[in-house]
């Protein structure tokens, strides 16, 4: 069992910056997959960001792309997602998640594939 400590959500102008950080437990914490998905009231979540198991790919969809960066920091067990240029529409809940004894360079971007999840954290951006 995984569990995590979310944080870093909040309210932002149009145009500014959030970091969402995200803790998990687990000393296998350099063998999992990460991922990023957000969710709007009443939609499915859909995957804002993705990084392999060794950290070296990434993957984003086009609606975030030069806007939004995953990182992760395995000494702290921490992942995190640097939102930038912030617009109206990313206002929605984000959840981080981990799919455990990953392959070392597949970015997964279905929730399916994702074994544990954060409990999420609410990103508002207001104009």
């Known amino acids: 069992q995984v569990q995590f400590v979310e944080s870093g959500g909040g309210l932002v102008q149009a145009g500014g910056s959030l970091r969402l950080s995200c803790a998990a437990s687990?000393?296998?914490?350099?063998?999992?997959?990460m991922g990023w998905f957000r969710q709007y009231p009443g939609k499915e979540r859909e995957f804002v960001a993705g990084m392999s198991r060794s950290g070296s790919k990434t993957v984003y969809p086009d609606s975030v792309k030069g806007r939004f960066t995953i990182s992760r920091d395995n000494a702290k067990n921490t992942v995190y997602l640097q939102m930038n240029s912030l617009k109206l529409e990313d206002t929605a809940v984000y959840y981080c998640?981990?799919?455990?004894?990953?392959?070392?360079?597949?970015?997964?971007?279905?929730?399916?594939?994702?074994?544990?999840w954060g409990q999420g954290t609410q990103v508002t951006v207001y104009s």
């Open positions: 998640a981990v799919k455990i004894l990953a392959p070392a360079l597949v970015v997964f971007t279905g929730t399916p594939a994702y074994d544990y």
């Open positions: 687990g000393r296998t914490f350099s063998s999992y997959a």
